[in-house]
């Protein structure tokens, strides 16, 4: 059975998340602005995860699974995916401007990234192994990258692409003229 590409490119996705965390967690970002892009980045990452499974990759699967009497295994994944998403959402109603936050020193944003984290797990284990490739696949793929230029051109996430808050070179953030 050929496993499914949108499963790749989600199990990838987890992998930019974690790293991400991982970044913040190590605490090896010396400069505030660095710390505080990351974070943004980050939350834009799980955004764009959570709209995505939510939106276009559980409701394709939905059809699948019940061809498999699995729908209770999906179900609970997308209720997991929605609370999540409302955390999210109450994050980003807290700081309106993530521009003039720092995330990472915020209990509520540390205890997201552990449940979404956890929840990525639960789903490589429970539910991607039951998910073989599907003959529509590239359309969604396809809607997964506008989702992911939707929730970038978000005026909370505008400068929150890696570009703008990572240096691809190395060393520390990026300055940007203001």
């Given at each position: 059975m050929e496993q499914s590409k949108t499963?790749?490119?989600?199990i990838?996705?987890?992998?930019?998340i974690k790293g991400l965390?991982?970044?913040?967690?190590?605490?090896t970002l010396t400069s505030n602005e660095m710390r505080a892009g990351v974070a943004r980045e980050l939350l834009m990452?799980?955004?764009l995860d959570f709209n995505a499974k939510s939106q276009i990759y559980y409701p394709a699967l939905k059809d699948k699974l019940q061809q498999l009497s699995d729908l209770a295994v999906l179900e609970s994944h997308l209720k997991s995916i929605q609370q999540l998403q409302g955390a999210t959402q109450k994050l980003l109603r807290r700081f309106p401007d993530l521009s003039?936050?720092?995330l990472s020193k915020e209990a509520e944003f540390s205890a997201l990234i552990q449940d979404a984290v956890e929840q990525f797990h639960r789903e490589e284990i429970e539910l991607y192994p039951k998910v073989i490739a599907f003959s529509d696949e590239n359309s969604h793929l396809n809607a997964i990258q506008v989702e992911?230029?939707?929730?970038?051109q978000l005026p909370e996430f505008r400068d929150a692409i890696a570009s703008k808050v990572q240096n691809p070179h190395g060393g520390e953030q990026k300055r940007i003229a203001s």
């Open positions: 499963n790749h490119w989600f990838d996705h987890h992998k930019k965390a991982d970044q913040l967690r190590r605490d990452e799980l955004c003039k936050a720092d992911r230029d939707k929730v970038a």
